[in-house]
């Protein structure tokens, strides 16, 4: 997955990193600097100091670790091959690296007239990039007779709560982000956030796209082209402590949720503990949390196979994570007819079909899933009942997003249901 993935607000935000399921998330206690040991050097934040393993309140290459691992030379704004905890926070709370020069504006590293710099910010071995991204640049290439070809970034050019901004003032050509990290802006795509919707990752990025194109804004997107959505597979609750059989079961549950899906989780009951899925492995190992939401595929690229021991299914899922890929606006309008009609041919809808991929994975995940022992427990139907009463106040919230943009958010709702069982009836 992705990213269930890999999210709320932090001082600033702190980012995810995406892997199946790209979130933001609420890091008060997981990011805050504590007292500095000196007005020039504040202390490491808690998680980055579980990792100083040489105790000089720096981390080094060798000692990064989730997010900092991909992002490590973007965050090292005085390339001293280690990262204090200013660079760690101004990373994650969206501040650029100050720069050397203030009379220079950066607009990325140059390349060829026949290439778009895509801005990748997650490891290149998650589904979202082998599945969807790869697949996707691949088509476009085809398509444009290799006129057209997708250069990915070899590190994140800008936090991952600022790839919006970055490719709509041109620092790469293109790029993708959580809308969640956007969700007071892009409003529309977020319907697909809502729990009890999709079956599938085909279903609700074909069904989200159709949705946008009714009743987006054009302000949603300002400065980019939209060219497709995503979500990731349905999430379930996992946990290591027990079958879940009512609403009161919930309760014991420390669970480690992120972005869209940390409302979901208090609704429910349980206490949050707001840490991305990429730090779940050392969190569930250290008895921090015994649970979290995620679908099969996030448990098994994450390692959580050991540490889970039950999975409570959810009919259309607890949430999902909403998904934009652009290009630049600017960019797009500069080329040749034909290369846009090209792109657009193999983008919009089409990302259904590369979402079908990442469905095919996610099948994998749960054959892997049970071989690995995890117990597949759904929830009574007394329980789930009083689950969708619970749930029910999230709707109406994004209904009230919708309507301070001026769209329907009702009718968006249900045109966006509608659209799922037409996909997933087979029509």
């Known amino acids: 997955m992705l990213i269930n993935d890999a999210s709320e607000e932090l001082t600033g935000k702190y980012v995810m990193r995406l892997s199946p399921i790209f979130i933001s998330f609420s890091v008060a206690a997981l990011f805050s600097v504590s007292t500095p040991v000196q007005a020039k050097d504040p202390e490491l934040p808690p998680l980055a100091k579980m990792r100083d393993a040489n105790n000089n309140n720096r981390i080094e290459r060798s000692e990064a670790a989730g997010p900092l691992v991909g992002n490590f030379d973007t965050m090292d704004c005085d390339k001293s091959s280690s990262l204090d905890a200013k660079e760690i926070l101004g990373f994650f709370q969206g501040v650029d690296c100050p720069s050397t020069d203030p009379r220079k504006k950066s607009a990325g590293p140059p390349r060829a007239a026949n290439e778009l710099l895509f801005n990748l910010y997650l490891p290149r071995t998650t589904s979202m990039f082998t599945k969807i991204v790869k697949p996707w640049s691949e088509a476009i290439l085809k398509a444009t007779h290799g006129t057209i070809k997708i250069k990915f970034t070899s590190s994140s050019l800008a936090p991952i709560n600022r790839q919006l901004r970055m490719v709509s003032t041109g620092v790469a ?180 079909s590369y979402a079908a991929g990442w469905d095919a994975n996610e099948k994998i ?63």
């Open 173 to 352: 050509d293109a790029g993708m982000g959580i809308h969640h990290f956007t969700r007071r802006k892009t409003v529309t795509a977020r319907v697909s956030e809502l729990p009890f919707s999709a079956r599938s990752a085909r279903a609700a990025s074909i069904a989200a796209w159709r949705t946008v194109q009714k009743f987006g804004k054009a302000s949603e997107y300002k400065g980019v082209k939209l060219v497709g959505l995503v979500s990731p597979p349905p999430t379930l609750i996992f946990n290591s402590k027990k079958a879940i059989t009512s609403i009161k079961g919930f309760r014991s549950l420390k669970v480690l949720a992120a972005g869209s899906l940390v409302l979901p989780a208090k609704l429910m009951g349980s206490a949050v503990v707001g840490i991305p899925l990429p730090f779940a492995y050392e969190q569930f190992s250290r008895g921090v949390v015994d649970g979290t939401f995620s679908n099969y595929g996030g448990i098994k690229e994450f390692r959580l196979l050991k540490f889970v021991k039950y999975a409570t299914p959810i009919p259309g899922g607890v949430g999902n994570t909403s998904i934009f890929l652009v290009l630049n606006k600017k960019k797009f309008d500069g080329l040749a007819d034909g290369q846009r009609d090209a792109i657009m041919r193999v983008s919009g809808e089409t990302f259904g």
């Open 365 to 427: 995940a749960v054959g892997d899933a049970k071989k690995a022992g995890i117990q597949i427990k759904p929830l009574p139907a007394v329980a789930m009942k009083e689950l969708k009463k619970r749930w029910s106040a999230i709707e109406p919230k994004w209904i009230k997003d919708a309507d301070r943009l001026g769209i329907d958010g009702k009718a968006a709702v249900a045109f966006y249901r509608g659209e799922l069982a037409k996909i997933e009836g087979g029509k």
